[in-house]
Nanobody, 126 residues
Framework: QVQLVESGGGMVQAGGSLRLSCAASGRTFSSYVMGWFRQAPGKEREFVAC????????YYTDSVKGRFTISRDNAENTVYLQMNSLKAEDTAVYYC???????????????????WGQGTQVTVSS
């Protein structure tokens, strides 16, 4: 099983950009579908984006399509979330998660992921 550590969060003005990184330990990173989720204060955790084990397939929630890009580097055991044109409503704690690739090519349901990082705060000021 992998362990996940997110980084790259911070505070940015609306319209700005941030890139989140999630570094995974272990030698089986390519065995996992990787996803990003977020949780705003007082709200439930929601799916943001995911990428298949090979990186060939991606899936996004509608609210971030065209603004966020998920990618992965299996040689570096890292998954990224490039966030552009940030809005105040993107403010949340962002979590990286891993799901065995046997569960599907792309996965948007949190229950399918069995390993989670500790989260990184993203704050967008308007």
């Amino acid at each position: 099983q992998v362990q996940l550590v997110e980084s790259g969060g911070g505070m940015v003005q609306a319209g700005g950009s941030l890139r989140l990184s999630c570094a995974a330990s272990g030698r089986t990173f390519s065995s996992y579908v990787m996803g990003w989720f977020r949780q705003a204060p007082g709200k439930e955790r929601e799916f943001v984006a995911c990428v298949s084990w090979s990186g060939s397939n991606t899936y996004y929630t509608d609210s971030v399509k065209g603004r966020f890009t998920i990618s992965r580097d299996n040689a570096e055991n890292t998954v990224y979330l490039q966030m552009n044109s940030l809005k105040a409503e993107d403010t949340a704690v962002y979590y990286c998660a891993a799901a065995p690739r046997t569960r599907g090519t792309v996965l948007s349901a949190a229950r399918m992921y069995n390993t989670w990082g500790q989260g990184t705060q993203v704050t967008v000021s308007s």
